[in-house]
């Protein structure tokens, strides 16, 4: 008999994906090893925005507050960098807005969220390879000039666009290559626009400024003089000349720190699962920033993973064949639901750029229709405000009918909440203050199904693990009434907060 592996969940990269999986599975008392190749954090940032689904994961597991009290709030984002905004102060969710947080703060705070979880994160150790054997992953990892191999139940790849777990287990990256860059550039401004004029567009291109709290920006332009260029290494002068072309002035650019470009191809990986392993993050899809919806979308890959993992690991280790069984299929869930998502917002991302790069007088007058679309049609631009913010996923799912203990079958109710993601309700309880409801998922924590019931209780036969949690009614905001949030009856919650089943009585 061989002896088990070294560890049962094998996370390789340690940005804000690998940090939240790794956190999720540590919480529910999975041996996890974390790796990273970098010695040090990185200190430069693509990505600045955090979206109000991610703010929602990230408050269940009470990561949220350090996010909320650092970071600028926007009621509004863009699509296609446009000036008619899309709102999100209208959205159904207890955070109506984004955060412009660099990536860099996230990660960090990210990082002390899986420490306070009893993780940890290994730095200095690169991943070579990895091959399945049929329990187990086996990867061959370098530090400090030594190799080593480190077995483990299963291994999830979030190392990134050009990932070697991916790599080396056979899956393809398939879509679309570079067809235009975009720089990035980090520099002071000593005469900036003022903030209304951080996004700009005109038949030249496209300007886009993200201030930083240290006074420097983040410059971004969609250039359509030089946009085609692929190989030509972006400068300073570049970006000075970029800037004037498209706004008339340099803004009085002055040291540029650092400047990089980014490329608008569009992939995806083959598969997210291969046996024990799997791939989230940039691992698995990849995309221009705009909207900056990438880190967000890794998130809830992350988060979607992570139940699922932690009910492989407690099948296997239990020994139970037909819990290993229902286990290998709630792995194969992953894909089939996540795949999907990052189609969708691939698909987004595609259209986006679309408008972007489109030249001269046809282009700018298509980009002023559809700014007009978004400014005079509220359910469009709400409908735009709602993808873009991750809320609008729903996975399909299926339900049956439950017998509750006095015999009367529980009506299944095909309604908007089935397959949705479950808001922070506010709960009122008999003989005690309202509470959130996310405040209560906090003290269940991950890898637990929590079953919700409004109203009087009518128990049934539940899966063991399964928290419940009552209520006597759901108090405001009008959208959770909208929404059907308060009908009498009750909601089964996964463990990633998606509602498996909706019943009403």
């Not at 705009?290 to 998130?299: D, P, V």
């Not at 009087?456 to 009008?478: K, Q, Y």
Request: charged fraction near 25%.
């Amino acid at each position: 008999m061989s002896s088990p592996p070294d560890f049962e969940v094998l996370v390789v990269g340690a940005g804000p994906v690998g940090c939240w999986v790794a956190a999720e599975l540590c919480a529910a008392g999975v041996q996890v090893l974390v790796v990273e190749a970098r010695e040090n954090r990185a200190a430069w940032s693509r990505g600045f925005v955090v979206h109000p689904r991610t703010l929602e994961i990230f408050d269940s597991r009470g990561a949220a507050a350090p996010m909320l009290a650092a970071s600028r709030r926007l009621p509004t984002w863009h699509f296609a960098m446009g000036s008619s905004r899309l709102d999100f102060a209208v959205l159904p969710t207890s955070f109506p807005f984004i955060l412009l947080q660099p990536q860099a703060q996230t990660e960090e705070i990210l990082e002390e969220h899986l420490n306070r979880c009893g993780g940890a994160v290994l730095r200095g150790r690169r991943v070579l390879d990895v091959r399945q054997e049929p329990d187990r992953v086996v990867a061959r990892i370098l530090h400090d000039g030594a190799e080593q191999e480190v077995s483990a139940r299963f291994v999830v790849g979030c190392d990134g666009a050009h990932s070697t777990v991916r790599t080396t287990a056979g899956i393809g990256f398939s879509g679309t290559p570079d067809t235009m860059v975009s720089p990035a550039a980090l520099a002071e401004l000593a005469d900036p626009p003022p903030p209304e004029q951080y996004m700009q567009g005109t038949e030249q291109g496209l300007l886009f400024l993200i201030p930083l709290p240290d006074g420097r920006f983040v410059i971004s332009t969609i250039d359509h003089a030089v946009m085609t260029e692929l190989k030509k290494p972006w400068t300073a002068q570049m970006v000075r000349d970029s800037l004037l072309r498209i706004s008339g002035t340099d803004y009085g650019l002055g040291e540029v720190e650092r400047v990089s470009t980014l490329g608008n191809a569009a992939l995806q990986a083959d598969r997210y699962r291969d046996g024990r392993v799997l791939l989230a993050g940039d691992a698995a899809h990849v995309h221009f920033p705009m909207g900056g919806q990438g880190m967000n979308l890794g998130i809830q890959d992350a988060h979607n993973l992570a139940w699922r993992l932690i009910a492989a690991v407690r099948a296997e280790r239990d020994g139970d064949g037909h819990g290993a069984e229902a286990a290998d299929a709630l792995l194969d869930g992953y894909e089939a639901e996540r795949r999907p998502a990052g189609e969708r917002v691939l698909e987004d991302v595609h259209a986006q750029m679309g408008l972007v790069s489109a030249t001269g007088a046809d282009g700018a007058a298509l980009r002023a229709r559809f700014e007009a679309l978004l400014a005079e049609h509220p359910a469009v631009n709400l409908q735009y405000a709602r993808r873009l913010s991750g809320i609008a996923v729903r996975y399909p799912t299926t339900t049956a009918p439950a017998t509750t203990a006095d015999g009367a079958d529980g009506v299944v109710v095909e309604d908007v909440r089935l397959g949705a993601r479950v808001p922070d309700l506010l709960l009122e309880r008999d003989g005690a203050p309202p509470v959130q409801l996310y405040e209560l998922l906090r003290e269940i924590g991950p890898g637990r199904f929590v079953r919700l019931t409004i109203g009087d209780h009518r128990s049934g036969n539940e899966e063991e693990g399964t928290a419940a949690l009552t209520a006597t009614g759901v108090r405001g905001p009008d959208w959770a009434v909208r929404d059907g949030w308060d009908h009498r009856g009750s909601v089964l919650i996964r463990p990633d907060g998606h509602v498996a089943e909706a019943r009403t009585w």
